[in-house]
């Protein structure tokens, strides 16, 4: 399984930027988005599981960030409006069997940085 995010960039608050992962040996559905800033521990951002639909956003982006996938492009993606400078983190893609309670699959990560 590989993960490969994109997007990530330097932007000042207020802007919108959206991330992507492609995923490639993966197909179960089961991902989501984590964000580790400098000096703090990494934290779940969003996840989406196909299967159920189900949607999680953490209260801290809820109303701003918003996260789907493309089934057909194995595709997940992380729409992020309104950013803020506490954004300003490592964001990765990870990925699991939906059965497991943990992430398996990570992404090497891309760097979002609002000013």
């Known amino acids: 399984v590989q993960l490969v995010e994109s997007g990530g960039g330097s932007v000042q608050a207020g802007q919108s930027l959206r991330l992507s992962c492609v995923a490639s040996?993966?197909?179960?559905?089961?991902m989501g988005w984590f964000r580790q800033a400098p000096g703090k521990e990494r934290a779940a951002v969003a996840a989406?599981?196909?299967?159920?639909?189900?949607?999680y956003v953490a209260d801290s982006v809820k109303g701003r960030f918003t996260i789907s996938q493309d089934e057909a492009a194995n595709t997940l993606y992380l729409q992020m409006n309104n950013l803020l400078p506490e954004d300003t983190a490592m964001y990765f893609c990870?990925?699991?069997?939906?059965?497991?309670?943990?992430?398996?699959?990570w992404g090497q990560g891309t760097q979002v940085t609002v000013s």
């Open positions: 990870a990925a699991k069997p939906c059965a497991n309670e943990s992430y398996i699959y």
């Open positions: 040996g993966y197909s179960d559905g089961c």
């Open positions: 989406h599981y196909t299967g159920t639909a189900t949607t």
